[in-house]
């Protein structure tokens, strides 16, 4: 699915990512939540302003449920732990390129093992910038957690 895709830069912290994405204007962003310098989340609030139509897609190795729910406040469309990469990075490139939320299975797995209700108190809506308002995970997270459970 994603042979026709390429990479176009590659940065080595996250202010080089900003950088970088103003000057490519990619179409999907890779980021980690621990990178060097400023952090993932900060640096996808960076490049949401220099590349709007960037698509940015963190893969990263925590699975805490604070950090998937910031991750898609900030705009991420795509969440992969670095376990699942193999397997789930193409499908969560290809979810974002055509807008749509992916969250990996080991992502799915840690926020069900997090608490009874992993939803709970959380809600899917889009603010009126079109971005994904605080309570973003409830209608996404509903829906991936059912999904994964056929």
């Given at each position: 699915?994603?042979?026709?895709?390429?990479?176009?830069?590659?940065?080595?912290?996250g202010c080089e990512a900003v950088d970088l994405a103003a000057t490519l204007q990619p179409d999907v962003v890779l980021l980690d939540v621990g990178m060097p310098g400023i952090n993932g989340m900060e640096t996808a609030l960076l490049i949401r302003q220099v590349a709007p139509n960037?698509?940015?897609?963190?893969?990263?190795?925590?699975?805490?449920?604070?950090?998937?729910?910031?991750?898609?406040?900030?705009?991420?469309?795509?969440?992969?732990?670095k376990t699942d990469c193999g397997r789930e990075l193409g499908?969560?490139?290809?979810?974002?390129?055509?807008?749509?939320?992916?969250v990996s299975s080991g992502a799915v797995q840690d926020l069900r093992s997090q608490s009874q209700s992993p939803v709970a108190g959380l809600g899917l809506r889009e603010s009126d910038s079109g971005q994904p308002s605080s309570g973003v995970l409830r209608?996404?997270?509903?829906?991936?957690?059912?999904?994964?459970?056929?």
């Open positions: 699915m994603i042979d026709d895709r390429r990479v176009v830069g590659e940065a080595k912290d960037a698509k940015i897609v963190f893969l990263t190795v925590t699975g805490d449920r604070d950090f998937i729910e910031h991750a898609f406040q900030v705009g991420a469309l795509g969440y992969v732990l499908a969560a490139i290809e979810a974002a390129i055509h807008n749509s939320h992916f209608g996404l997270l509903s829906r991936v957690l059912s999904d994964t459970s056929r």
